[in-house]
């Protein structure tokens, strides 16, 4: 399994709303990251846990909050977010902080803010 | 400064023609160096991944170059078929460091 797996693929949501990203992998990897990306625009970095504990913020809003509850999965908790947060989020994971360059990506969630 | 350039920024090619796109990197010091295809709206996909002492990868019809001295890779499309209309992205690692370059990726629309 090199899977990494998002969900939802899509979201709508409102300004006032929270809702949640999810990532999932079961290939043992003990990194992984969250990454946001504008049409035709490389992906940012957001943040990257490495064994569970957040090892990276590249200052990003408050209103995007991560959670690593275990090993397997990443969250992207989202609250009140605004219009130009609109993007295609990515999740990757690597062996470790080290292998980043070997990082799988799962499919993203294409992320709308109404 | 972007330290990962690519070019063409876009391209537009023949179905079964060849294409070849070009990553100049200033990191340093070089690590490794991944290509990976992008479809619209999708994640990243890995063509090939490099490391300093690799001249030439393969993967299908993609074969990826790399010159360290120079700091220069190219990927080359042979036969082109329309589903390889995506954007090509070049990332680079610097050694010792947990940090990744992206370029702004080649768009490549093949057409009939």
């Known amino acids: 399994d090199t899977e990494v797996t998002q969900t939802p693929k899509h979201l709508v949501m409102g300004m006032t709303n929270k809702k949640s990203l999810k990532c999932e992998q079961h290939m043992g990897h003990?990194?992984?990251?969250?990454?946001?990306?504008?049409?035709?625009?490389?992906?940012?970095?957001?943040?990257?846990?490495?064994?569970?504990?957040?090892?990276?913020?590249?200052?990003?809003?408050?209103?995007?909050?991560?959670?690593?509850?275990?090993?397997?999965?990443?969250?992207?908790?989202?609250?009140?977010?605004?219009?130009?947060?609109?993007?295609?989020?990515?999740?990757?994971?690597?062996?470790?902080?080290?292998?980043?360059?070997?990082?799988?990506?799962?499919?993203?969630?294409?992320?709308?803010v109404v | 400064k972007n330290q990962v350039e690519q070019s063409p920024q876009s391209l537009i090619i023949l179905e079964g023609k060849n294409c070849t796109l070009q990553c100049n990197y200033t990191v340093s010091p070089f690590s490794n160096l991944r290509w990976y295809k992008q479809d619209t709206g999708r994640g990243p996909v890995s063509l090939t991944i490099m490391t300093f002492s690799e001249n030439t990868k393969s993967n299908g019809r993609y074969t990826a170059t790399l010159d360290a001295d120079t700091k220069q890779s190219s990927l080359?499309?042979?036969?082109?078929?329309?589903?390889?209309?995506a954007s090509y992205i070049c990332v680079v690692s610097a050694g010792g460091n947990n940090r990744l370059a992206f370029g702004k990726g080649n768009q490549v629309v093949v057409i009939p």
């Open chain 2, 76 to 85: 080359h499309i042979t036969a082109s078929q329309l589903s390889d209309s």
């Open chain 1, 30 to 112: 003990r990194a992984m990251y969250w990454y946001k990306q504008k049409a035709k625009k490389p992906p940012e970095l957001m943040f990257v846990y490495s064994y569970e504990k957040l090892s990276i913020n590249e200052s990003v809003p408050s209103r995007f909050s991560p959670e690593c509850p275990n090993s397997s999965l990443l969250n992207l908790h989202l609250h009140a977010l605004q219009p130009e947060d609109s993007a295609l989020y990515l999740c990757a994971s690597s062996q470790g902080l080290d292998r980043g360059i070997e990082a799988f990506f799962g499919q993203g969630t294409r992320l709308t």
